[in-house]
């Protein structure tokens, strides 16, 4: 397995930082996060991240970004974007940039479930996909789509019914260990089988489930929250090890949007776990 960084999880650096600071640690390869994002007075992991790319101006931006990832010795696990699949011109843009990077996958993201009727969602993505993959070979690259809570692919099972029958050289889906603590958790190793060939990327974060309120009758009121790799609920061990029986060797990116302690810290100590693990 070779070990990546998605830098919505180090909103604190900007990109020269973050290729100088993952390199130093040893990881293998960086995730861009690229998306429009709105501004803060202090940097955070949605608004106001040093380490995310524009989608505005982003192709005179490419060479930049190519240069700072490879000039220090790092491979692209991929591109996070945020285009919706029904955004076509973004995902046009996206893959385009993701071609000429040569940085080989590129997520686009799924409709919210409050947008509208699951079936009447579910049929209109399975048509942007089938246009979004046809673009993708054209471009050589594939799209990724992650198991999000909240989407109308929470879950391994719903994943495959949305991209069952096409290519998986240019649709693959994105496991993510944390969100499935949220919502969408299936027993790994069948999860694994029932992706096959899809299965083609993994996202590594935790989470924790506290609860936060008790009523009078003494109903209690749950929430989850981000948790650092070892603490939350997620046996993270026991998943690479799934991972690894099952026979997958492909990128594991790290996304903790914990902040117990600071973020070269973090990042540090989320290597040397994962690779204790292995």
Do not use: C
């Not at 130093?24 to 995310?52: C, I």
């Not at 505005?56 to 930049?64: F, I, K, M, V």
């Not at 686009?108 to 009727?117: A, D, E």
């Not at 471009?139 to 989407?151: A, C, F, K, N």
Request: no cysteine; proline share 4%.
């Amino acid at each position: 397995m070779r070990f990546s960084v998605f830098t919505a999880s180090t909103p604190d650096w900007a990109p020269d930082e973050v290729v100088r600071h993952l390199a130093a640690q040893g990881w293998d390869g960086v995730e861009w996060r690229v998306v429009d994002q709105d501004d803060a007075d202090q940097p955070g992991f949605w608004k106001g991240n040093r380490a995310t790319w524009p989608l505005t101006g982003l192709e005179a931006a490419l060479p930049e970004i190519a240069a700072l990832t490879r000039g220090a010795g790092l491979e692209f696990s991929g591109v996070g974007g945020y285009a919706r699949s029904f955004e076509h011109d973004d995902v046009a843009r996206l893959l385009a940039a993701t071609a000429i990077l040569g940085a080989g996958r590129v997520r686009v993201t799924m409709p919210l479930l409050s947008t509208g009727r699951y079936p009447d969602l579910f049929d209109a993505t399975r048509k942007d996909l089938e246009w979004a993959t046809g673009l993708a070979e054209r471009h050589g690259v594939t799209i990724l789509i992650e198991l999000h809570h909240e989407t109308i692919v929470s879950s391994a099972s719903a994943a495959m019914r949305l991209v069952d029958g096409l290519d998986p050289r240019h649709v693959g889906v994105i496991h993510d260990l944390g969100n499935l603590v949220i919502e969408g958790h299936e027993d790994h190793r069948a999860a694994f089988e029932l992706l096959g060939p899809y299965l083609q990327h993994v996202h590594v974060k935790n989470v924790a489930w506290r609860p936060v309120d008790t009523a009078a009758d003494g109903t209690v009121t749950w929430a989850h929250d981000w948790a650092p790799l070892r603490t939350g609920q997620a046996h993270v061990g026991r998943y690479l090890a799934a991972l690894t029986a099952h026979g997958y060797d492909g990128w594991v990116t790290v996304e903790d949007f914990s902040t117990a302690v600071p973020l070269e810290q973090r990042t540090a100590d989320n290597l040397e776990y994962l690779r204790s693990l292995l």
